[in-house]
């Protein structure tokens, strides 16, 4: 916990059930409780989980120049996004390579709030900030619980008008058990669910409520780590633990490009003028490996590190395992040579516990037309 200088007012709740609060991104975190953790990757796909996901970054920017700071640094053409509506964006830097991710919410006229990870969000928004007329506040006082799963939006309709008509990727100012509070249809799991964003005065009373009302339901508390698992189903890219400042190229400063990491579709269509945005178009057809997923042919997760061989050679490395109680399949989510990383391609993982042949599989494993996420009613 050295590094940790942000605090989640959740902290007693997280050790109740057995978390040590380890350190992720400044903020003590519930990486694990002490109970199974597939218990929670069932609860979250077939009726919902509640976690805590407060260390995320959140960071606010007021005034008429905002709209262009974020038009800059992002990938995205927000003059497309309406108050109400958000959208997934990815950063770059002068190279062109990923730097970090985000969800950029448009709240006012000339309000906006971005929240992202541990990548270096924060700093690029300063920079461009510095000198136009666009205030930015970072918010750690605002918590973020994360209610995913199928039975969310029937839990939380009984308190919320019109839960059920908020699309994808659109968010509503509303109030929960009389606390005021932001409703995002957003999450990391591929589940229908819900983002609340709530006061630090106000994030113990709604995390209660949740928890003691959804028992009868099956809602449970889950710690942050189950998102690893739910995350390989989903497709959903963790930094820098899915990068290259985790597994570097021996030869090449640490960075990857969207074509490489499969993110290519977070750039809209004919937009230009983002920063690193003429490097990002040189390095298409480029790449030096592919973000891929892999079934392979174990009873139990493979290992983070686990190196992927196929006819002899390495071809790649597994960033993140997953094994489901549900499906019971064994999957991963790997770095693999591009001529690797084709469905059905033939390989064997070579890890610390796992010694088993495997398949390159299109990614995501679960729910690929995204019908869960995005359904309404």
């Known amino acids: 916990?050295?590094?940790?200088?942000?605090?989640?007012?959740?902290?007693?709740?997280?050790?109740?059930?057995?978390?040590?609060?380890?350190?992720?991104?400044?903020?003590?975190?519930?990486?694990?409780?002490?109970?199974?953790?597939?218990?929670?990757?069932?609860?979250?796909?077939?009726?919902?989980?509640?976690?805590?996901?407060?260390?995320?970054?959140?960071?606010?920017?007021?005034?008429?120049?905002?709209?262009?700071?974020?038009?800059?640094?992002?990938?995205?053409?927000?003059?497309?996004?309406?108050?109400?509506?958000?959208?997934?964006?990815?950063?770059?830097?002068?190279?062109?390579?990923f730097t970090d991710d985000c969800i950029v919410y448009r709240t006012g006229p000339n309000s906006w709030m971005l929240v992202h990870g541990s990548g270096s969000g924060h700093e690029e928004v300063v920079r461009q900030a510095a000198g136009r007329n666009c205030a930015v506040l970072f918010d750690d006082d605002l918590h973020d619980l994360s209610l995913q799963g199928p039975l969310a939006v029937d839990y939380l309709a009984k308190y919320v008008p019109g839960i059920r008509d908020l699309k994808y990727f659109h968010h509503m100012q509303t109030t929960l058990f009389g606390a005021p509070v932001m409703i995002?249809?957003?999450?990391?799991?591929?589940?229908?669910?819900?983002?609340?964003?709530?006061?630090?005065?106000?994030?113990?009373?709604?995390?209660?409520?949740?928890?003691?009302?959804?028992?009868?339901?099956?809602?449970?508390?889950?710690?942050?780590?189950?998102?690893?698992?739910?995350?390989?189903?989903?497709?959903?890219?963790?930094?820098?633990?899915?990068?290259?400042?985790?597994?570097?190229?021996?030869?090449?400063?640490?960075?990857?490009?969207?074509?490489?990491?499969?993110?290519?579709?977070?750039?809209?269509?004919?937009k230009t003028g983002f920063r690193g945005a003429e490097e990002h178009a040189r390095l298409k057809g480029k790449e030096r490996f592919k973000i891929f997923g892999m079934l392979i042919d174990a009873d139990g997760p493979a290992d983070l590190g686990d190196e992927v061989f196929a006819d002899g050679k390495k071809v790649g490395v597994i960033t993140c395992p997953s094994y489901s109680s549900l499906t019971k399949k064994s999957m991963a989510i790997a770095r693999l040579d591009v001529d690797k990383a084709v469905h059905g391609t033939k390989l064997d993982v070579r890890g610390k516990t796992v010694k088993a042949g495997a398949t390159a599989h299109t990614l995501p494993f679960d729910d690929p037309e995204k019908k869960k996420r995005t359904v309404l009613g």
């Open 184 to 270: 995002s249809r957003t999450g990391y799991t591929g589940e229908r669910g819900y983002e609340i964003f709530v006061r630090g005065q106000d994030a113990v009373m709604v995390w209660d409520r949740i928890v003691e009302e959804g028992k009868e339901m099956g809602i449970i508390p889950c710690c942050f780590s189950v998102l690893d698992m739910l995350r390989v189903e989903s497709y959903l890219l963790f930094y820098p633990y899915d990068n290259s400042q985790m597994y570097p190229f021996a030869d090449q400063p640490p960075g990857d490009s969207l074509w490489e990491l499969g993110l290519d579709f977070t750039v809209s269509p004919g």
């Open 1 to 97: 916990m050295a590094l940790s200088w942000r605090f989640s007012t959740l902290a007693d709740r997280h050790r109740a059930l057995g978390s040590k609060l380890e350190d992720w991104s400044g903020m003590g975190t519930a990486w694990t409780y002490d109970k199974d953790m597939s218990e929670e990757h069932v609860a979250v796909r077939t009726k919902a989980g509640i976690m805590d996901v407060s260390g995320l970054k959140k960071v606010h920017l007021v005034g008429p120049h905002a709209i262009a700071v974020l038009d800059y640094i992002t990938t995205r053409d927000l003059t497309k996004i309406y108050p109400g509506r958000s959208v997934y964006a990815t950063m770059l830097n002068e190279r062109g390579h």
